[in-house]
């Protein structure tokens, strides 16, 4: 049941084609562990490179646990792995972000919080790592819950215009990696599930700051709802691929990018959202 | 009953349904998976007197 559709998946969105070079965004956790299991199984019927890319954000206590799963697993499915980090790369690790950012801004603002920050930085780290290691295509652990939880907080902010560009970019560019989201069908239990079935021992950790952002109230929200109104997250997600193509299309009209003065890295406006975090 | 919560051991007087045993313990199902006697179980599966029930916590934000 759970291949079945992981393979059904990939197969319906075309995710994936004969020969080409998939990066894995590989922290360490269930979901993306699984999707490496799931993606090494499916290479085996159709040819395609496979590497993994972790990216230590710099989460004390936190990420170098899930690390230590994530290259034994590499390992044991003799996969290769890059390993990248915040420090490298912005020259400060999350951590000392969020300290920064509580001394400077309110907390109440929303893009201070140490979620949205993260999001940003990890977005164009796995952007730039698969890049540099020449990706055809980014595969990410989102699973149905994860989509289902954004597609909602997108309503619930009244921004539609994300909900556009949820699964891609509406404007193409080369510097963009395609991503590709073969759990995006799979509830988050079910994977758990998949991964004590298959003897895949994880780390059980939280990270630390998960407990302040506005997903995790969504998140409570719609387990609640499942557990009155089971198939809920399906719902919410079919209903995403429903309006995700006219969204597409309205979002895409008149919409431009433009490059960051300090990357180079492309932008909707100015100066890219990394480069102010960096700063 | 023997009951383990993420690893925390207790004992617990219950008899009735996985289901019924995570609502008494404001538990949602979403976010744990149980083995009942070291075998995952199902939220329909019956528990009582005698039985390890083991609750693994497997959503986690972050």
Known sequence: MFDKRFRKTVRMAKM????????????????STVLLHSLASLKKDLPFELVAITIDEGIEGYRAR????????CERLEIEQKIFSFKE??????DELVAGSEKSRSQKQESALPCSQCGVLRRYALNKAAMETKADKLAIGHNLDDMAQTMMMNIMRAEPSRIARMNEPVLKSGRFVQRIRPLMLTPEKE???????????????ECPYAGSAFRGHVRKMLNESEERYPGTKFKIMNSFLEMEGTLRERYSKGASLSLCPECGEPSSKGMCRFCQLSQ | MKLIIDNE?????????????LREL?????????KVNGKLAPETARVGPGDEVNVIKVVFGG
Request: aromatic share 2%; with cysteine.
């Open chain 1, 16 to 31: 994936l084609r004969k020969g080409e070079r998939v990066a894995v965004g590989l922290s360490g956790g269930k979901d």
């Open chain 1, 66 to 73: 899930t690390m230590v799963p994530a290259k034994r697993e």
């Open chain 1, 89 to 94: 790369l912005c020259g400060k690790t999350l």
């Open chain 1, 191 to 205: 994977i758990a599930i998949y991964a004590m079935l298959k003897g895949i021992a994880l780390e059980h950790v």
């Open chain 2, 9 to 21: 051991k207790t004992e617990l007087d219950f008899s009735g349904t996985l289901d019924a045993l």
């Open chain 2, 26 to 34: 404001k538990l949602m199902r979403e976010e744990v998976v149980v």
